[in-house]
């Protein structure tokens, strides 16, 4: 689930970006701009911010926010995995040393029969 919000979020902020690019770009090409009689672009003053932008910044805040929550659930993800390798990697040591015990007693098993097999 938290791959398919990132998606979307990623699919709408391509949206904006793409649509900013092609904005941009079609103000470098109007013909208007280059004549030095077109009205300038009104700059918002530094306390006033426009609402599409308050919205952009909210919306990538959230993503964010789920970006770094997606973020900690790899990590904790991660290191219950870690876990659970170092666990294996000891079954598996014990498991091996068990199984050369296991081996040696019966080749030790394997002798004494045939030894007294030969005895009798």
Do not use: H
């Amino acid at each position: 689930m938290p791959a398919k919000a990132f998606e979307e979020q990623r699919l709408v902020f391509l949206a904006a970006q793409e649509e900013s690019s092609m904005a941009e770009s079609t103000a470098a090409t109007s013909p208007q701009q280059a004549e030095p009689q077109a009205a300038p672009l009104r700059q918002p003053s530094p306390g006033e911010t426009p609402a599409c932008l308050m919205g952009k910044v909210s919306q990538l805040e959230s993503m964010v926010k789920v970006l770094q929550e997606d973020l900690k659930k790899e990590k904790d993800a991660k290191v219950s995995l870690q876990a659970q390798i170092q666990s294996l990697r000891e079954d598996n040591q014990r498991l091996l040393e068990e199984s050369y015990s296991a081996s040696a007693k019966l080749k030790k098993f394997t002798e004494w029969v045939f030894n007294t097999i030969d005895m009798n």
